[in-house]
């Protein structure tokens, strides 16, 4: 009898066509959201709403597509690399994140403009479009978990999850465990070495945070 091979699966969904679409629409936009605005154009603002912050309004579309375009390509990729593997041996984990991915993305791009957002209509603006942001990251996170739980590819026992993000079992001899959903690896914090790891990968972005000051 051959053997059955296991269903074959796609990189890309449906879900990935949202973000271009966002993309399309807002590339054929942004000249009119443009309009008008100072250049260069206040891009990061205090609690306060005052601008501390400023980039050219060449640089705009950088942000607004190249920064989620960015993101959408670790989501692809850490959603597909472990097809095939003992993770995920059939690719269905990785094709649940479909959703998640392009509705991140979405909204995204969406809140890369709050900087045109918050000139036209205040902070209001900042506000709304966090909200579709998370609006779009909650559903995206509910039907992801909805399709591993109608496929009975639930997340892996979460007791020793912090918050549903950090390991910790010191009973736990291993460094390394699976993520909660079984992609992946992440570190068990109970033990020293895992927090050395932590700062040696931390490091490089506290040094770019510090940089500006140290001049």
């Not at 375009?69 to 649940?96: C, H, I, M, Y």
């Not at 996170?141 to 918050?163: E, Q």
């Not at 914090?189 to 990968?201: E, Q, R, V, Y």
Request: no cysteine; hydrophobic share 55%; charged share 15%.
């Amino acid at each position: 009898m051959p053997p059955i091979e296991p269903p074959r699966t796609r990189w890309f969904s449906r879900w990935d066509l949202l973000p271009l679409g966002v993309a399309v629409v807002l590339l054929l936009l942004l000249p009119t959201l443009l309009k008008g605005l100072p250049d260069p154009l206040p891009s990061h603002f205090d609690r306060h709403g005052h601008a501390n912050g400023w980039t050219p309004l060449r640089g705009l579309p950088y942000l607004v597509f190249g920064i989620p375009a960015f993101a959408w390509g670790l989501l692809l990729v850490s959603g597909n690399a472990f097809t095939g593997t003992e993770q995920d041996p059939d690719g269905r984990k990785g094709a649940a994140m479909a959703p998640l991915r392009g509705l991140v993305t979405a909204g995204m791009e969406l809140l890369m403009l709050a900087p045109v957002a918050i000139l036209r209509v205040g902070m209001v603006g900042l506000w709304l479009l966090l909200a579709v942001f998370f609006l779009f990251l909650a559903v995206g996170v509910g039907l992801m978990l909805w399709d591993l739980k109608r496929n009975g590819l639930g997340p892996i026992d979460t007791r020793h999850y912090r918050w549903g993000l950090f390991y910790v079992n010191p009973d736990d001899p291993a460094l390394w465990v699976p993520k909660p959903l079984g992609l992946g690896w992440t570190l068990n914090f109970a033990h020293g070495a895992s927090w050395l790891i932590m700062g040696l990968l931390l490091l490089p972005l506290l040094l770019l945070a510090l940089l500006p000051r140290l001049r």
